[in-house]
């Protein structure tokens, strides 16, 4: 329950759906029900009393970052109001926020269409796929929408499915935020808030994070939305990386047309500087002719109120809500067996995340890196609990030390694989206590290369 709850006795017939008391949050919002957990604290339903016609119902976020000192509580509420003012169809509305105890409180748009992976993992359950028509116009829509971020000099660093919500079957990007304030603006930002699946090559090794990043996260939602299933996919958290990084590109079945698979290509490119830019990829041919179909459709004039700017500069200002969505949040790997991995590039890879880290983190405010970590350490938290409750704590501990140990032995991956089908009946049940693992080594490098910086 929030900590910061009034209770008020009920003037109406109409019980809530928990209590026969409803609880008022900020003199405002009437809690409804809860919509699930994130990485970083707990979605709920609220009921605006002072909302529009319309607009009553909205969503909270709450996510805990420890006591906040007064210049703290200044400084999340001035990101919250530049959030506030981004107004595109495509993207969740951003109403308001506030701080109340260990708690900051975000009130956004509500979609009653769920998100986007829920909608991919009923159509595969169902043994159907989108059209090529769906799919054509949910991509431009996000791609307005990423254009219109990236145009003004924002960053949402978290792109997927997840963070994706449908309202009257039209997409909105959603789950980005005041990141500068709850997880600072140095690598541990990225490697905390984004999702192995989507993480483009640059940021897996700490080589900066700019606009073709967010670029790189879309195409791995293109190809979701033509496949039903993720662009780089592996048995544990080490062989997604290594593909990511070092893997061929995906290619798109023969169903769909060659200029979108090329699209699909340039948008994964593994060096930042050849991939496109949002507004460039609206103004290749075959996307621009979809798009003028797609003005025409009455139903979603509203796209175009805004002219389409021109190539956004690098942006400056970091910004994620750093949630997941209220889908389940765990991740289905692959089954069977997995090509041999190249231990090589692996470790070419950790080195590299290790210099790169202490030498490119940039200094952050004494006061944001308290809560980055607070941040990073509710997640790990989080992270944690799940994997117990998936494995169980026996289980758990006898996994976690022994990856723990193999990793640092750079044992193959054949060999771990069959280890932990000693103890556990697929190796994939596994694969949260690698991202653990992996996530626990980061902090400890950036907060090492931290104290390095301050000193």
């Not at 061929?248 to 699909?264: E, G, H, I, Q």
Request: charged share 25%.
């Amino acid at each position: 329950m929030l900590k910061f709850q009034e209770t008020v006795k009920h003037v109406s017939g109409s019980a809530p759906i928990s209590t026969c008391s409803e609880t008022l949050i900020a003199r405002r919002y009437v809690l409804q029900q809860k919509l699930g957990r994130g990485s970083f604290g707990t979605v709920y339903l609220v009921s605006d009393k002072k909302g529009k016609q319309g607009e009553e119902l909205k969503v909270l976020k709450e996510i805990s970052v420890g006591d906040l000192k007064p210049n703290e509580t200044v400084e999340a509420n001035l990101e919250a109001q530049l959030l506030s003012k981004l107004n595109h169809p495509a993207i969740v509305k951003f109403y308001s926020s506030f701080v109340e105890r260990e708690s900051f409180c975000i009130i956004t748009e509500y979609c009653e269409g769920r998100d986007l992976d829920c909608k991919i993992q009923e159509y595969k359950e169902s043994g159907k796929i989108f059209t090529e028509n769906e799919i054509i116009e949910w991509f431009i829509q996000l791609l307005l929408g990423v254009n219109y971020m990236h145009e003004r000099r924002i960053l949402h660093r978290d792109l997927k499915t997840k963070n994706i919500f449908l309202k009257n079957n039209l997409l909105k990007i959603g789950d980005f935020g005041v990141s500068r304030l709850l997880m600072g603006s140095c690598d541990l930002a990225t490697t905390f808030i984004g999702t192995p699946y989507y993480m483009s090559p640059e940021a897996l090794k700490h080589q900066g994070y700019n606009t073709k990043s967010d670029i790189w996260s879309l195409g791995c939602i293109l190809y979701e939305m033509c496949c039903m299933d993720h662009a780089f996919t592996g048995h544990n958290f080490l062989s997604i990386v290594l593909k990511i990084v070092e893997g061929n590109t995906p290619t798109l079945p023969d169903r769909y047309p060659s200029k979108l698979n090329t699209v699909l290509h340039s948008m994964l490119n593994k060096n930042p500087s050849l991939r496109p830019s949002a507004a460039e990829i609206l103004k290749i041919p075959y996307i621009d002719e979809q798009l003028e179909v797609f003005k025409n459709l009455s139903t979603i004039n509203s796209y175009f109120i805004l002219e389409i700017p021109e190539d956004p500069q690098i942006a400056e200002e970091y910004y994620n809500d750093v949630f997941d969505s209220c889908s389940e949040t765990s991740e289905e790997e692959e089954k069977g067996e997995e090509e041999e991995e190249n231990m090589e590039v692996s470790q070419t890879v950790s080195k590299t995340n290790l210099q790169t880290a202490i030498s490119m983190a940039p200094a952050v405010p004494r006061g944001s890196r308290a809560i980055n970590n607070t941040m990073a350490e509710t997640k790990l938290k989080h992270m944690r609990e799940s994997a117990i409750q998936k494995l169980g704590a026996e289980v758990f501990e006898k996994v976690y030390h022994y990856l723990k140990k193999a990793r640092e032995q750079n044992a193959s991956e054949d060999e771990i694989q069959e280890c932990l089908e000693k103890v556990v009946s697929r190796a994939s049940d596994c694969f949260e206590v690698d991202q653990l693992l992996y996530f626990e080594e980061q902090l400890h490098i950036c907060s090492t290369s931290g104290k390095k910086v301050s000193h």
